[in-house]
């Protein structure tokens, strides 16, 4: 996918700008984590959430590319595992009005086997195509909003779009600076600093209430992230050979210990 891809003025961004300054909460995501991998998703369906919903690039994969990163690949997998086709990807460029024929909507599912939302209005607009898709998916027409996660590095388009009609938000950092465009740099620069940063931290706005709030926590794996696994692994290795150390030592210091026994019953009975 080209950068830019001719992309349209976005009015549903600009029109809910001015929800989002009275109500900043909207742009607080209920979890942020690293990326995917640190997310728990058979608890995340175990708890009711029926379907998710992707932001692509600096999410899934790096900006521009047609494969998956790395860094989530695993993560990615067991979302698919538990949520099998319940999964798309809803972008603000590929599978809009911007995309000519759904070119790159077409060569994302090609490259990544995931669906992409065709929807007219970008976010944080599109629930209704949303809502169509995964009742579809389901095959149940009784899904909500509520029943949805959305997953994103965005915040004033996939954390808002989310909290606006009140799915579960989840915010992950960029996988790579790399080949992004500076619009984006300098959008993700202001609403890091501004809207996570002070409005979130300093001023200890939460995010609006879900369901699952009070059980957000539940959802983080404690090693997720394949980095963190590793140097687990290793802490784990390096105190089982530490452990298998000093348990040679002990058998070492047993028989010198007898020895000195021995010799001081035998030095007993010659005396």
């Known amino acids: 996918m ?3 891809m001719g992309q349209s003025f976005n009015s549903k961004a600009v ?25 728990d998703f058979a608890a995340l369906k175990a708890m009711g959430i029926r379907g998710i919903i992707f932001d692509k690039d600096n999410t899934l994969t790096a900006p521009y590319v047609e494969e998956l990163h ?8 067991r979302c698919q595992s538990h949520f099998g086709g319940s999964v798309c990807i809803m972008s603000n460029s590929a599978g809009t009005g911007d995309d000519v024929n ?8 090609t490259g990544l ?8 209005e970008k976010k944080p607009g599109g629930l209704p195509e949303v809502l169509a898709f995964f009742r579809e998916r389901c095959a149940d027409e009784g899904i909500e909003a509520r029943d949805l996660c959305v997953i994103g ?15 579960l938000t989840v915010h992950t950092k960029p996988l790579t600076l790399q080949g992004d465009n500076k619009v984006a740099l300098v959008a993700r620069y202001i609403e890091s600093r501004i809207f996570f940063n002070i409005v979130h931290a300093r001023f200890s706005v939460e995010a609006p209430q879900h369901r699952l ?5 539940q959802l983080v794996l404690q090693n997720g992230d394949a980095q963190e696994q590793a140097s687990e692994n290793e802490r ?6 530490g452990a298998a150390s000093d348990q040679h030592s002990q058998q070492d210091k047993i028989p010198a210990e007898e020895k000195i026994t021995s010799s001081a019953k035998q030095e007993k009975k010659l005396q």
């Open 15 to 39: 029109r809910t700008l001015g929800s989002v300054i009275r109500h900043p909460s909207l742009a607080v995501p209920h979890l942020a984590l690293t990326n995917i991998a640190q997310l």
């Open 2 to 4: 080209r950068p830019w």
């Open 153 to 167: 590095d965005r915040l004033l388009t996939d954390v808002v779009f989310g909290n606006l009609h009140g799915m």
């Open 70 to 77: 790395p860094a989530i690949s695993d993560g990615f997998r």
């Open 213 to 217: 709030s009070g059980s957000l926590q």
């Open 236 to 241: 784990q290795s390096l105190l089982q050979t």
């Open 102 to 109: 759904f070119e790159s909507a077409i060569k994302i599912e």
């Open 113 to 120: 086997g995931i669906p992409v939302l065709r929807h007219r």
